[in-house]
């Protein structure tokens, strides 16, 4: 009758205190309700040892990217992936929702893209870290990232070490960013240099502007950005004309032309 009373009290998902299974040095004169204090008192002693890890909350519509983000923070034992989202929508929810202590943001996303989200994040008062990753060219997009909000910017084709030490480094609340990046903000500083004369005119561009310009030096065509982008074919010839009149360009194959060389710099 005792022992199925004591199981009675274990609910599913509960651990049964039962004194009389407490193991050799357990004193049954001190009844179960102190044999289960006891045993509470040295799971929160483990608790107290245990690592805490920092959550991140993974914003990217690339699953294959999120897949293996996912693999590289199980193999962090400070980390702990908390979340993913692939849109706007889901990322300003998720990121209310479960309580990231930094957040890894994709520039690219569908309709709408990384920068746009920060902005957004930031003016609702959301002060989680973020760390922009991007396939795209870091000369334009690292400054960019850190005007909108973010601190720090990674490189896509950046070994797994450099990705873990940038999380690292923006959650001790330190800015990130590549060296060479780091020098050009410094140069910067002190007047233009040639690079930033070279980059004036493609830095007039909006975000999205730049995003299209880019799509458009890969070779892809005003269908297959629309159908990348979840954009209308009008809408992106609109953006190209505007691109066109900010560049100077003239005519599509003097686009074209600015688009390759800008791409293979």
């Not at 870091?138 to 070994?159: H, I, N, S, T």
């Not at 780091?182 to 240099?193: F, N, Q, T």
């Not at 010839?237 to 074209?256: D, P, Q, W, Y």
Request: proline fraction near 4%; hydrophobic fraction near 40%; glycine fraction near 6%.
């Amino acid at each position: 009758m005792q022992e199925a009373a004591a199981s009675l009290i274990a609910t599913p998902g509960e651990r049964s205190y039962d004194h009389r299974q407490l193991g050799k040095g357990a004193d049954p004169r001190r009844g179960p309700i102190h044999s289960m204090t006891d045993s509470l008192k040295k799971d929160k002693q483990r608790d107290v040892h245990r690592p805490v890890r920092r959550r991140v909350l993974l914003v990217d519509d690339h699953p294959i990217v999120s897949h293996g983000l996912r693999q590289l923070m199980a193999a962090d034992h400070e980390l702990e992936l908390c979340g993913t989202a692939e849109t706007v929508p889901q990322a300003l929810v998720a990121a209310t929702e479960t309580h990231p202590d930094i957040m890894l943001i994709d520039i690219s996303l569908g309709q709408s893209n990384g920068l746009d989200l920060v902005k957004t994040l930031r003016s609702r008062g959301v002060q989680v870290p973020i760390l922009m990753l991007s396939m795209h060219d870091e000369d334009l997009y690292a400054e960019r990232a850190l005007r909108a909000g973010a601190r720090g910017f990674v490189m896509k084709q950046e070994p797994a070490e450099v990705l873990l030490s940038a999380i690292h480094k923006v959650l001790d609340g330190k800015v990130h960013v590549s060296d060479r990046i780091a020098s050009k903000i410094l140069l910067s500083l002190g007047g233009k240099s040639p690079s930033s004369v070279h980059l004036a005119d493609i830095q007039s561009l909006s975000d999205r502007e730049l995003e299209i310009f880019d799509m458009i030096g890969g070779g892809r065509s005003t269908r297959e950005i629309a159908k990348a982008l979840e954009l209308s074919v009008k809408t992106v010839e609109t953006h190209r004309a505007h691109i066109k009149k900010k560049l100077g360009s003239a005519t599509t194959a003097e686009l074209l032309k600015r688009a390759f060389e800008h791409v293979s710099l």
